[in-house]
Each structure stands twice: as structure tokens, then as C-alpha cells.
């Protein structure tokens, strides 16, 4: 419980800027991989971001060029730099954390994008 814990949601403007942290209350390198999800007015939850343990990054299709993955082992923290946010990107965004059999899931950080 309370493994992942996300922050740096807000309301923006169209085309602005907004940097979202996942915190674990361990150590990154226990997850198989860390993911950032959204889920949307009335849309299915889906699959923004991901970064495995190894450091390889995937993106959905249409975050790609303006959504960044990247960690701090350190700080044991996942961000979500997110560039050029259009109305499309509100939504609740999760951090997920794979580990063996088990899912962590944080309980999300409200992103609202204005036109």
C-alpha cells in the first residue's frame, strides 16, 4: 500500500507545460518497469509512457515528440515532462509500477488542459 504516489497535476493553458513526479517508497529498480497512464472523460484508461528497469522508453502514438519519460534513482522518482499539452491530454494521470506478479498503481493526479 502507498507504494507510488504521483504529484504535479494542474490546470494549464493550451500549449503550456506541466512536469509530473511518481514517487516509490522504494527503490525504482525493484519495478520491472514504471509507467505513467491516463484516463479521460469518459475514455478507457491507456498506456502514456514507460521506462523499464533497463532504461528503455516507449510512448503512445499521440504523446510522442512532446511527452518525455525520464527517472531519478536517487530521489527513486519517475517524471512526466509534458510539452505542447492540448485539450486531448486532460485527464487523470496514474503512475504503475510492475513488480513480479504485482501491479502498484498511485492514485492519480488531475491534469486539466484549457483551450
Known amino acids: 500500500q502507498g507504494q507510488l504516489k504521483e504529484s504535479g497535476g494542474g490546470l494549464v493553458q493550451s500549449g503550456e507545460s506541466l512536469r509530473l513526479s511518481c514517487t516509490a517508497s ?3 529498480f525493484n519495478f520491472k518497469a514504471v ?7 469518459g475514455k478507457e484508461r491507456e498506456l502514456v509512457a514507460r521506462i523499464t528497469a533497463g532504461g528503455t522508453t516507449e510512448y503512445a502514438a499521440s504523446v510522442r515528440g512532446r511527452f518525455t519519460i525520464s ?3 536517487g530521489e527513486n522518482a519517475v517524471f512526466l515532462q509534458m510539452n505542447n499539452l492540448e485539450g486531448a491530454d486532460t485527464a487523470v494521470y496514474y503512475c504503475s509500477a510492475a513488480q513480479g506478479a504485482i501491479v502498484h498503481w498511485g492514485q492519480g493526479t488531475q491534469v486539466t488542459v484549457s483551450s
Do not use: E, H, K, V
Open 35 to 41: 509507467a505513467w497512464y491516463r484516463q479521460g472523460p
Open 71 to 73: 527517472r531519478s534513482i
Open 26 to 28: 522504494q527503490s525504482i
